[in-house]
């Protein structure tokens, strides 16, 4: 099926371990994004990509650094965990940063740093 | 900056009741408006948009309406099912490069 996949489902981290959240779309989006989620804040962006070649900086950078691969691929990784960085982290894709069409979510990423 | 509220949750009603979600935003332009539904365990899904001033936008029995002058996009539905148990995010998008702004989420649960 069509859409954003994100891996892995889970995850549990030690404090100061460094992991990588992967992130796929297949439907020739231009940008993408990263948020967390977490109880009654909502959806904070971390980072997004406009376009292939570029990423800026959303709400909450500090902790992660991102990539984009390629056309179908941004990543999040973590260099060193923090119990503060436990939530669910979603990515997402659209057409343009702009675009109206909204966007298509991930099924999310549940983490726990301990 | 851009921001949208949303009536603090949960919000608990009995089946075939009438739900109401309010939400206003703040914006330096006219954004697009939209509705995004979570259902447990699952990533977010657009429930409906509209994307200029007295638009409205409906799905699944549930619509909104953007009002520019009271700048307010509340979510309505005449009759609620258990299985619109969920979490609810207003979010708004302006033109450019600028990405969605969500609203903090309103949990609707409903009872049989």
């Known amino acids: 099926n069509a859409g954003v996949t994100q891996t892995p489902k889970f995850q549990v981290l030690k404090t100061g371990q460094s992991m990588t959240l992967q992130c796929a779309q297949d439907?020739?989006?231009?940008?993408m994004y990263w948020y967390r989620q977490d109880p009654g804040m909502g959806l904070r962006l971390i980072y997004y990509?406009?376009?292939?070649?570029?990423?800026d900086k959303g709400e909450v950078p500090n902790g992660y650094n991102v990539s984009r691969l390629n056309k179908r691929e941004f990543s999040l990784r973590l260099e060193s965990a923090a119990p503060s960085q436990t939530s669910v982290y979603f990515c997402?894709?659209?057409f343009g940063t702009g675009a109206t069409r909204g966007y298509t979510f991930g099924s999310g990423t549940r983490l726990t740093v301990v | 900056g851009d921001s949208v509220t949303q009536m603090e949750g949960p919000v608990t009603l009995s089946e075939e009741a009438f739900l109401t979600i309010n939400c206003t935003y703040t914006?330096?332009?006219?954004?697009?408006l939209f509705w995004y539904v979570q259902y447990p365990g699952e990533g977010l899904q657009l429930l409906l948009k509209?994307?200029?001033?007295?638009d409205k936008g409906s799905n699944k029995g549930f619509e909104a309406t953007y009002r520019k002058e009271t700048t307010s996009f509340h979510l309505e539905k005449g009759s609620v099912q258990v299985s619109d148990s969920a979490v609810y995010f207003c979010?708004?998008?302006?033109?450019?490069?600028?990405?969605?702004?969500f609203g903090k989420g309103t949990r609707l649960s409903v009872i049989a």
């Open positions: 509209a994307t200029k001033a007295d």
């Open positions: 914006a330096t332009g006219y954004p697009s």
């Open positions: 990509s406009a376009s292939e070649g570029t990423t």
């Open positions: 979010a708004l998008i302006l033109s450019g490069n600028t990405p969605l702004v």
């Open positions: 997402a894709s659209n």
């Open positions: 439907m020739n989006h231009n940008s």
